[in-house]
T-cell receptor, first 117, second 115 residues
């Protein structure tokens, strides 16, 4: 089955710096790679996702890159702010046929990001 | 509010007891997924239901069971509880049939404490 590894487990940056979180996956059939942000006491919230037919996607200060050959994908946060402090999870999954519905996502172990003012 | 409702938010119970966690998916979503998040751990997949039918199983213990009802809400039943079952339990939903939208929408979770 799919296995997702995520690094680093913790990341401390100064406000305004960039932060990069990296993930690798094992199943070459995976075609959907979302990133979730989990704040204390809340459920994970989707912040950006990428599908295997694109190599990069950007949304304001957040970008995700995908290297299908190497089976890794990364989250880039620029101009970090204290409110970016949270746990970030990457995940990998496979879209499925309409008969079976979407197959489960496999999550990385999370990265605790701390942005200091 | 994500649109996925989980109740109760907190639950404290004794070892050996049985509890039921409830999840109402986002309106229109057919798939429901249950995940367990232990302290400082990632999200471990337990089970998926799609339109009332079990679709996939993960690392779900035999003491745990789930079902999805005709109105699409789901319940996760945990029995013979042990201290190690203390965790956050999340429910997520997806449209299922909509291949253009794969993203999970998570509920806010149920924090289970077994004492």
């Amino acid at each position: 089955g799919e296995n997702v590894e995520q690094h680093p487990s913790t990341l401390s940056v100064q406000e305004g710096d960039s932060a990069v979180i990296k993930c690798t996956y094992s199943d070459s059939a995976s075609n959907y790679f979302p990133w979730y942000k989990q704040e204390l006491g809340k459920g994970p919230q989707l912040i950006i996702d990428i599908r295997s037919n694109v190599g990069e996607k950007k949304d304001q200060r957040i970008a995700v890159t995908l290297n299908k050959t190497a089976k890794h994908f990364s989250l880039h946060i620029t101009e970090t702010q204290p409110e970016d402090s949270a746990v970030y999870f990457c995940a990998a999954g496979k879209g499925s046929s309409m008969n079976t519905g979407f197959q489960k996502l496999v999550f990385g172990t999370g990265t605790r990001l701390l942005v200091s003012p | 509010d994500s649109g996925v409702t989980q109740t109760p938010k907190h639950l404290i119970t004794a070892t050996g007891q049985r509890v039921t966690l409830r999840c109402s998916p986002r309106s229109g979503d057919l798939s429901v997924y249950w995940y367990q998040q232990s302290l400082d751990q990632g999200l471990q997949f337990l089970i998926q239901y799609y339109n009332g039918e079990e679709r996939a199983k993960g690392n779900i213990l035999e003491r745990f069971s789930a079902q999805q009802f005709p109105d699409l809400h789901s319940e996760l039943n945990l029995s013979s509880l042990e201290l190690g079952d203390s965790a956050l339990y999340f429910c997520a939903s997806t449209p299922g049939r909509d291949l253009s939208s794969y993203g999970y929408t998570f509920g806010s979770g149920t924090r289970l404490t077994v004492v």
